[in-house]
């Protein structure tokens, strides 16, 4: 096999006008991936981009690798097909909160819990920003939208408990204000066997501004994110003043690290066979105004689907023989047609 290009980000770059909103946090998210490409060690002939509907979705057309701009809350499934028939790519999925957890959500938890080796990538802006600002299913409740002009009433999903929930075996949250933080987790993500699950917190600048400045904002990281770092405490603050304990009923809660000790602080193990740590860690903001963890919640080996589907194909070829098509057309009851 021939030698990997070496490529710059301006080779990932497609020809196309980008076209987002001016200040719109999906540029960030773009960058992060263009300049992570070339450090992968992948071709761009061998990387797909696939998407459906939204702003997100806008981002095959900016790679200059192969892409689909696919239906509604579809690309999860279109991918699966992809990823399953050609082991040999690089399955990337770009969606939106709208997109993958609304008309979307079915092929979303059916592609993690099978562990379709594919790389998810979900924007969560908590606003449908296509449609022009209707509420979504992360929009917090009581939102006032043009859907929702009395507030909502819908209980948000969580996309990180959702993942878990699905059995994803690679589960994390970053956000689009800091690049070196996403370029990491994307790495991660894609170097994972299976179905990696991200999800990145992206600033509407337009319909929903500053949803997550409280936790985001350079003034505010050191005290509101809570980095998760594997075999180490979890904790936090400017001195690593605060720290999570976990209660005897397991409830998480965060305390004082000098009241508390570091011995009593949770151990983060994001190689935990039961995801019900990650879960409870997922747990612990209500929303994006308390302190939030931020990283890897979950990395953890299972059989990847493709494989085991190929390998399940070559036993009943083994055991049946190699099937004849034309036999099986014309076997049982068949019909002639005049």
């Not at 993942?163 to 075996?169: D, F, K, P, R, Y």
């Not at 991200?198 to 500053?210: F, L, R």
């Amino acid at each position: 096999m021939t030698a990997i290009p070496v490529t710059t980000r301006k080779d990932w770059a497609s020809d196309q006008e980008v076209r987002w909103c001016p200040g719109c946090g999906d540029y960030s998210i773009l960058a992060a991936v263009q300049m992570l490409m070339p450090e992968l060690g992948v071709r761009r002939e061998s990387t797909v981009f696939l998407s459906g509907i939204g702003c997100a979705a806008r981002f095959p057309y900016y790679m200059n690798t192969y892409g689909l701009h696919s239906i509604h809350g579809r690309a999860p499934a279109i991918a699966t097909g992809l990823a399953t028939t050609r082991p040999d790519l690089d399955v990337w999925v770009v969606t939106g909160d709208g997109d993958a957890l609304s008309i979307g959500g079915n092929h979303l938890i059916h592609a993690l819990r099978r562990n379709v080796n594919m790389t998810i990538l979900l924007f969560n802006n908590q606003i449908y920003g296509l449609t022009k600002g209707q509420y979504s299913p992360t929009s917090e409740l009581s939102k006032i939208t043009k859907s929702t002009p009395f507030g909502s009433l819908d209980t948000p999903f969580n996309p990180i408990s959702l993942a878990l929930g699905a059995e994803a075996t690679f589960v994390a949250r970053t956000h689009d204000m800091d690049r070196g933080h996403m370029q990491e987790i994307f790495r991660r993500a894609h170097d994972h066997k299976g179905a990696a699950f991200v999800e990145v917190y992206q600033n509407c600048n337009v319909y929903n501004d500053g949803a997550f400045e409280k936790i985001t904002s350079r003034d505010a990281r050191s005290s509101m994110l809570i980095p998760l770092v594997h075999g180490q405490p979890i904790r936090f603050g400017a001195e690593g003043e605060r720290g999570v304990v976990q209660r005897p009923d397991g409830r998480l809660e965060i305390v004082d690290v000098a009241e508390v000790g570091e011995d009593a602080l949770v151990v983060h193990d994001e190689t935990r066979d039961d995801p019900g740590l990650a879960f409870a860690l997922s747990r612990l903001a209500a929303g994006p105004y308390e302190p939030t963890p931020i990283g890897v919640f979950r990395a953890v080996e299972r059989p990847e689907y493709g494989e085991e589907m190929s390998r399940q194909i070559v036993r009943a070829q083994e055991r049946l023989g190699v099937g004849d098509l034309d036999a099986l057309l014309r076997s049982g009851s068949t019909w002639t047609v005049e």
